[in-house]
């Protein structure tokens, strides 16, 4: 082996061991670094393709020539076990290879390509890469490999190979914007937080990329930052007036500023855009439901969660206007169905519980309640957690005040007025269980409390 220098001496190394070599040169290194020498320790980027017989590899020839990927043409044609990879063997010292390997490795430069007959592998293709360009390759398989655990539900594995793809490639558009929606996925604020500034990497990157504005926008939408939601997607107008999903979120973004008549006409050309758009057809429901319509509102709202692409929050939203409209068949059926599909998210099971109690299942509803508490962990610590909390035992109370256990229901009343102790109902429904219980004092004290609150209670004791 021979080690190149800074100038013109060479050091010849003969040894039973190569690696053993190596260990001696590194021990050596510090010396022959004073004498002005060096050591050669850079790897060669490769890719491979091996074929049994010679009509394939002249086919697999014919097409590299032809243009085609390299990587393309691994997939189809090697038999290599890097093949479905594309055929990339990584970083490699020379030194690791066959000795016929290292000729025909070495007789080429970056970006060029041979092919030869080795005994052990059969006839081989070999393509040397620009370092460079093989980081860029090797970022686009840690994509790949992130885009798979993502599929399979593994957000934690997915956010591990992403993180590769950009640290040999932080200039990769399309890993920030995956990293940005699984860190959406992951639905804690901090995480929040983090995929608004991936997404905006990405469009930084490339102020095309659609997707990337789509995210970015709905991250500023859900944040209540709906004027940097709309400079996101006005930004490039020309695109989002052309592009459906862009054009029914700006419609959403109307909407939400006060304006439903401009979030209709939005919806409705994205609709026009693209007619199975369920998105379109739920924002537009949302739409006329604020305009009071809601015949029209559940129309597009039934055609929103009926189209392919519809989400949970869709069908969890529709249900709940279902209970809203006391349409309870409906509305329990619709929303198992958003519980079934997205078990973890507590408001799904919290809606559920109500519907429920009002179909007169109220131990089934605490059972949904329960589930809703050991779920709510995603929550911030502080204000949206507790108020969730205070929905869910106040929700618990009514559910015992329908299963006639007074003691349990004043118990979660007691706990909501921890929470805000100025809560109307709870104090309300406190006055008429201690009345019952026998205790006009306590009665006569939550009365008075609900009345400064200024409580009614709904027809119907909904």
């Known amino acids: 082996m021979t080690v190149p220098c800074t100038q013109s ?3 010849k190394i003969s040894s039973v061991s190569r690696r053993l070599a190596r260990v ?6 510090s010396p022959l670094c004073l004498a002005g020498i060096v050591q050669d320790d850079s790897p060669v980027d490769l890719q491979i393709i091996t074929v049994t017989t010679n009509p394939q590899l002249t086919g697999v020839l014919e097409e590299l020539e032809s243009g085609a990927r390299f990587e393309a043409v691994a997939r189809r044609h090697s038999n290599h076990p890097t093949a479905a990879g594309g055929g990339y063997l990584g970083p490699m ?3 690791d290879l066959s000795s016929g390997m290292r000729r025909q490795v070495e007789g080429i430069s970056p970006g060029s390509i041979n092919h030869f007959v080795d005994p052990g592998l059969g006839y081989v293709v ?8 093989a980081k860029r390759a090797y970022s686009r398989l840690a994509l790949r490999r992130g885009s798979r655990h993502l599929n399979q539900g593994k957000p934690r594995e997915a956010i591990t190979e992403l993180k590769a793809a950009l640290t040999l490639d932080p200039k990769s558009a399309d890993a920030h914007l995956m990293l940005g929606y699984v860190y959406r996925l992951l639905g804690s604020y901090r995480m929040i937080g983090e995929a608004k500034g991936e997404f905006r990497q990405a469009l930084s990157l490339d102020p095309g990329n659609t997707s990337a504005r789509f995210h970015l926008a709905r991250v500023y939408l859900d944040l209540g930052r709906i004027r940097k939601a709309r400079e996101t997607l006005e930004e490039r107008l020309e695109i989002t007036e052309k592009t459906p999903e862009l054009l029914s979120l700006l419609g959403e973004v109307n909407r939400q500023s006060g304006d439903p008549r401009l979030s209709i006409r939005q919806n409705e050309s994205a609709a026009i855009l693209d007619p199975d758009l369920a998105q379109a057809h739920y924002y537009l429901g949302l739409a006329h439901l604020d305009r009071g319509d809601t015949e029209e509102a559940l129309s597009r709202l039934d055609r929103a969660i009926a189209a392919k692409g519809a989400t949970s929050d869709m069908v969890l939203k529709t249900g709940s206007i279902y209970l809203q409209e006391g349409v309870l068949q409906k509305a329990v059926e619709l929303l198992r169905k958003a519980v079934e599909v997205s078990p973890a998210v507590p408001e799904g099971r ?9 179909m007169g ?5 605490l059972a949904e309640l329960d589930a809703a508490l050991s779920h709510a962990g995603g ?3 502080s204000g949206k957690y507790l108020e969730f909390e205070l929905e869910v035992y106040l929700e618990k109370g009514r559910a015992f005040d329908a299963r006639n256990s007074p003691a349990d229901a004043i118990r979660s009343y007691l706990r909501v007025l921890e929470l805000d102790p100025g809560h109307g109902e709870a104090h309300h429904r406190l006055a008429r269980l201690f009345a019952t219980a026998g205790d006009p004092e306590r009665s006569r004290e939550h009365a008075a409390r609900a009345k400064e609150a200024e409580f009614t209670e709904p027809a119907g004791g909904r």
């Open 361 to 365: 299942e109220p131990d089934s509803a």
């Open 24 to 29: 001696t040169l590194a021990w050596l290194v």
């Open 93 to 95: 010292s020379t030194d």
């Open 350 to 358: 919290l809606e559920l519980a109500r519907a429920l109690r009002l």
């Open 126 to 133: 070999i393509r040397k890469l620009e370092r460079k360009a």
């Open 379 to 381: 929550f911030s610590a």
């Open 9 to 11: 001496r060479t050091v």
